[in-house]
Nanobody, 112 residues
Framework: QVQLVESGGGLVQAGGSLRLSCVAS????????MGWYRQALGKHRELVAIMNVGGAAEYGDFVQGRFTISRDLAKKAVYLEMNKLKPEDTAVYFC??????WGQGIQVTVSA
């Protein structure tokens, strides 16, 4: 079983920044794609950013250059640097590891 533990969420004003971290532990037999999804109240879960082991990244359309995903393969960690945050970025952010490992989620709240 794989555990994903997120940290770094919280409350920030619009225009501010936050950095999310996620560390994987447990029965990890391979290094694979990891990243972030989010789910706002009443909405479907959506892709924020994912990165494969080669460093190729994919972002949700709404990111528009404001977020940066990075990884530390040795630490089995993935990070999300979020800048220029907007109130519509308010959501629970979930760490994800291919194919179906999920963290418990961490709240990000952006005030206007």
């Amino acid at each position: 079983q794989v555990q994903l533990v997120e940290s770094g969420g919280g409350l920030v004003q619009a225009g501010g920044s936050l950095r999310l971290s996620c560390v994987a532990s447990g029965n990890i037999f391979s290094i694979t794609t990891m990243g972030w999804y989010r789910q706002a109240l009443g909405k479907h879960r959506e892709l924020v950013a994912i990165m494969n082991v080669g460093g190729a990244a994919e972002y949700g359309d709404f990111v528009q250059g404001r977020f940066t995903i990075s990884r530390d393969l040795a630490k089995k960690a993935v990070y999300l640097e979020m800048n220029k945050l907007k109130p519509e970025d308010t959501a629970v952010y979930f760490c994800w590891r291919y194919e179906a490992d999920w963290g418990q989620g961490i709240q990000v709240t952006v005030s206007a």
